[in-house]
T-cell receptor, first 115, second 113 residues
C-alpha cells in the first residue's frame, strides 16, 4: 500500500497562475484533508471532506477550492495564485473524522512557491 | 481562543540522552491529544494518541503523558538516537458535533553524535 500520495512534489508558479494539487489514498478512508504548513506555525486546515460527496471549509479556505472526486481522491485548486500561498501543502486521510480516536495519515507534501 | 503551545521551540541533545518536550493547550471541549513526529521533508507520522481518561501512553522509546486538569502534555524520549532528529508536533482535538483540530508549531529536536 502506498498510503497517501501527492503530486507534484515541487511547483513554482507566477502570481495569477492556477494549478491543482492532487491527492490519493489507498486505505479506503472516508475522510480527507488539505493543510498548509508555514515556518513557525502549526499546520492549518484549508478544507476537509468528512465523507465522499461532502466538503467543508477549514481555518484558511480563502483562495482555494477543493473537489472530492471519489472516495480515493481529493484535489486542491488555486485559481489565481498569490505570493501569500507560498507554503508546503499536506494532504491527509483518516478512517472517520467523527471517531474520538481517529488518526490522520499524511502524504509527503507539495512545496509550492509563488513568485 | 483554542490554542496549542509547545516548548521549547528547539532542542539539541547528545545521542543516548533523554529529553522531554512540553505541550500546553486551551482547546475545549477536549476530545483527544496526539503527538506526531515529522522528519525533514516528510509528512507527520502519529506516535501516540490519548483520550481524556488516559494519562500515559508509550510507543517504544516514546512516552506521552497527559494531565487533563492542567491541560498539559509531555513527550519523553528515552535513550535518544540520531534518527530521533525531527520536529515533534502536539495536536489537540475538540469534538462538538463538528471537526476541530489544533496543531502546535512543533519542537525541533536535534540529536548529535
Amino acid at each position: 500500500n502506498a498510503g497517501v500520495t501527492q503530486t507534484p512534489k515541487f511547483q513554482v508558479l507566477k502570481t495569477g497562475q492556477s494549478m491543482t494539487l492532487q491527492c490519493a489514498q489507498d486505505m479506503n478512508h472516508n475522510s480527507m484533508y488539505w493543510y498548509r504548513q508555514d515556518p513557525g506555525m502549526g499546520l492549518r486546515l484549508i478544507y476537509y471532506s468528512a465523507s465522499e460527496g461532502t466538503t467543508d471549509k477549514g481555518e484558511v479556505p480563502n483562495g482555494y477550492n477543493v473537489s472530492r472526486l471519489n472516495k480515493r481522491e481529493f484535489s486542491l485548486r488555486l485559481e489565481s495564485a498569490a505570493p501569500s500561498q507560498t507554503s508546503v501543502y499536506f494532504c491527509a486521510s483518516s478512517e472517520r473524522t467523527s471517531e474520538r480516536t481517529d488518526t490522520q495519515y499524511f502524504g509527503p507534501g507539495t512545496r509550492l512557491t509563488v513568485l | 481562543k483554542n490554542q496549542v503551545e509547545q516548548s521549547p521551540q528547539s532542542l539539541i541533545i547528545l545521542e543516548g540522552k533523554n529529553c522531554t518536550l512540553q505541550c500546553n493547550y486551551t482547546v475545549s471541549p477536549f476530545s483527544n491529544l496526539r503527538w506526531y513526529k515529522q522528519d525533514t521533508g516528510r509528512g507527520p507520522v502519529s506516535l501516540t494518541i490519548m483520550t481524556f481518561s488516559e494519562n500515559t501512553k508509550s510507543n517504544g522509546r516514546y512516552t506521552a503523558t497527559l494531565d487533563a486538569d492542567t491541560k498539559q502534555s509531555s513527550l519523553h524520549i528515552t535513550a535518544s538516537q540520531l534518527s530521533d532528529s525531527a520536529s515533534y508536533i502536539c495536536v489537540v482535538s475538540a469534538y462538538t458535533g463538528g471537526f476541530k483540530t489544533i496543531f502546535g508549531a512543533g519542537t525541533r529536536l536535534f540529536v548529535k553524535a
